[in-house]
């Protein structure tokens, strides 16, 4: 089993920025690729940014390229998101999650409880 820990979410005015932070922990078998799914009000669950194990493979959605970036931190076994220039659309719930296979199309088999990101206008 993994265990993945989000933390980092909050309230920021639009145009402002956040880190998100999302720890690994558990039977963490390699290649693992991680990545975070988000969830606006009233709207299905939807993916944002993927990074493979190595980090050298990434995935971002369009509402997002440019302005989202993900990172890995392999000491902690941990992944981050740098959110900048966050608009309204950016609110929802973000998860962390991780699974196995090739970027982007990867099989996500673990999830956190999700983080609350909300910007205001």
């Known amino acids: 089993q993994v265990q993945l820990v989000e933390s980092g979410g909050g309230l920021v005015q639009a145009g402002g920025s956040l880190r998100l932070s999302c720890a690994a922990s558990?039977?963490?078998?390699?290649?693992?690729?991680m990545g975070w799914f988000r969830q606006p009000p009233g709207k299905e669950r939807e993916l944002a940014v993927v990074i493979s194990w190595s980090g050298s493979s990434t995935y971002y959605a369009d509402s997002v390229k440019g302005r989202f970036t993900i990172s890995r931190g392999y000491a902690e076994n941990t992944v981050y998101l740098q959110m900048n220039a966050l608009n309204s659309e950016d609110t929802a719930v973000y998860y962390c999650?991780?699974?196995?296979?090739?970027?982007?199309?990867?099989?996500?088999?673990?999830w956190g409880q999700g983080t609350q990101v909300t910007v205001s206008s």
């Open positions: 558990g039977r963490t078998v390699s290649p693992i690729a």
């Open positions: 999650a991780a699974g196995y296979g090739t970027v982007p199309t990867v099989t996500f088999h673990y």
